[in-house]
Each structure stands twice: as structure tokens, then as C-alpha cells.
């Protein structure tokens, strides 16, 4: 990890918005010959960008000096603005922060060879158009892998499928954070309740309303709010457990109650089978006892 490098920024220490970073990282693109290709791969290229999301920005280096532009990137990025940190991620994103408005600003730089430009065609993108994706473009490969993205629907390729898939994970958690519960409140608990199960009730609400357009590039609480039913919002709003004692089971029992309805009514819209017998059980295990906080 590296903080505050050396770096002088171009234009001195002013913090930096989201539209003059893109300005900055896209004319030094231009400029370097070293890279040959800069994509937008993030909210704006989408048209959901506002003044708090980060910029994201996928450069395509030639292959003979990749290896070096790579090694001393941080001095790259350092040319953009004042760094306040840098690392590279668990998925090999090159990560930074830097001082900006209205607070400071994540941009996260994504680096490859020049022969992996039809890669990006497996990227899970839907872009307004191909002007709003592709920044920079000199061998004009990257538009030709662009322009089937346009627009694309990122839903799962076979629903019925996922749905089967992701309500089978359900039953299989709920079974799981309920043997916990019985060993008492723990935040191995909580965990599961407000981690992973959360998590895939709202896969299971999103399947069941078929708001699915966005789901292999988000997760799933992304726009949930306006995603789901306002009743749906208001049962999932009650799965969240507090801090008084009982609150654990009573969170449990609020998600496998809801878990079930919705297991259900997917079920039906899919055309699938569902551990109808299991969600029957647990909705009667978890009635709440007082020690499990």
C-alpha cells in the first residue's frame, strides 16, 4: 500500500471532481504512446453517475512495455492529482484515492495488455452508446468490442435456473444461522443474518419482480427501494435485527417468514420446484426465544 507519494499534480494541490479527473486521465491517454486504448467502464458511460460516484477507467497499454507501465503506476496516477492512497486490489484493480470534491474521490484504474481489448466484450456493461464508453480509441479496436454492449440486458441467461440456485443457497443459510442462533447471540449470527442471508433475499425479491436488467454489473441492493414493491420494502425493512435481547431470532424469523412467501411466489413465476417441506420447517424453528438475542 502506498500513501502520499512524491508526485507533483499538474496543477498544484486543488482538490479535483469526478468530470475534471476523467478530463485529466483521458488527455494524458492521448498523450502517452505507450497507451492505446482508454475505456469508461463505469456509472457514467451508463448515464447514472452523480457527484459521489467513483471513476472507473479500464487503459489498454502496448504489450512490449506493459510490464513497466504497471510497475511505476503509482507515479502515473500521481500526475492526475494529489494522491491520498493507492494499492491494488484482491481482482488486480489498481486502486486510489485522491483529494477531491465534494470529498474525496475514489478512481479505480483497471490496466491491460493491448491484446486483451476483446476481453471487454465479456465485461458485464450496458453503455449508452459507444462515444460515452470509449475515451480513447487509437488502433480502433476497442469501438468494434464496444458496440454490441450497447444497450445490453445483463439478467441472468437463464433464470429458472438462478432462481433454483439462489433459493436453494436460502434454505441452506437459514438452516445454517438457525443452528447458531441455538448456541446463543453471537456476532457469527448477525453476520450471517445481515451479510449473507439479507443478501440473497433480495436476490430472491429481485427474481420475484423481475427487476433483473442490472444484475450481473450490481449487487443486490443497488436501487432496491425502487426496485421492489413498497410492501416487499417494508417486510425487508423488519428483517433487520437491533441490539435489544431477541432480536436475532426475531430478525430470523422476519427473513425465513418473507423467504418463504417470496421462494413461493418466484417459484411459480419460474416454473420451478422449491424445498417447499424445508421453508415450512424453519418458518416453525424460528419462532424467537427470549436468550437468543
Known amino acids: 500500500m502506498t500513501t502520499n507519494p512524491n508526485a507533483s499534480p499538474p496543477s498544484g494541490n486543488v482538490p479535483l471532481d469526478r468530470q475534471e479527473m476523467l478530463r485529466r486521465i483521458t488527455a494524458a491517454a492521448v498523450a502517452d504512446p505507450r497507451i492505446v486504448g482508454l475505456r469508461d467502464y463505469g456509472s457514467s458511460s451508463e448515464g447514472r453517475d452523480d457527484q459521489w460516484s467513483d471513476v472507473d477507467v479500464e487503459v489498454f497499454v502496448r504489450d512490449e512495455v506493459f510490464v513497466a507501465f504497471e510497475r511505476d503506476w503509482v507515479s502515473w496516477a500521481g500526475g492526475f492529482g494529489r494522491l491520498l492512497l493507492s494499492f491494488i486490489g484482491e481482482i488486480d484493480n489498481h486502486w486510489t484515492v485522491y483529494d477531491g470534491v465534494p470529498g ?53 441467461p437463464d433464470l429458472p435456473h438462478h432462481f ?11 438452516v445454517r444461522t438457525w443452528c447458531k442462533l441455538q448456541r446463543g447471540p453471537t456476532w457469527g449470527v448477525r453476520y450471517d443474518l445481515t451479510y449473507i442471508m ?47 435481547p431477541g432480536e436475532l431470532g426475531r430478525a430470523l424469523r422476519a427473513i425465513v417468514v418473507l423467504g418463504r412467501e417470496v421462494s413461493a411466489s418466484a417459484a411459480a413465476r419460474y416454473d420451478r420446484p422449491w424445498p417447499e417441506e424445508l421453508a415450512d420447517r424453519m418458518v416453525t424453528l424460528s419462532v424467537p426465544s427470549p436468550t437468543h438475542g
Open 164 to 174: 433454483t440456485l439462489r433459493c436453494a443457497a436460502f434454505w441452506y443459510y437459514a
Open 198 to 244: 439479507h443478501g440473497i433475499l433480495m436476490d430472491l425479491l429481485r427474481l420475484e419482480a423481475g427487476a433483473l436488467r442490472r444484475w450481473r454489473a450490481t449487487d443486490a441492493a443497488a436501487d432496491i427501494e425502487r426496485d421492489i414493491s413498497p410492501a416487499r420494502l417494508v417486510r425487508l425493512d423488519a428483517c433487520i435485527p437491533g441490539r435489544e
Open 104 to 156: 474525496p474521490l475514489r478512481v479505480d484504474f483497471s490496466l491491460h495488455r493491448v491484446r486483451e481489448i476483446p476481453d471487454t466484450a465479456k465485461w458485464p456493461n450496458a453503455p449508452l452508446s459507444v462515444e460515452r464508453m470509449v475515451l480513447v480509441d487509437k488502433s480502433g479496436e476497442l469501438a468494434k468490442v464496444i458496440a454490441p454492449m450497447v444497450g445490453q440486458d445483463l439478467s441472468p
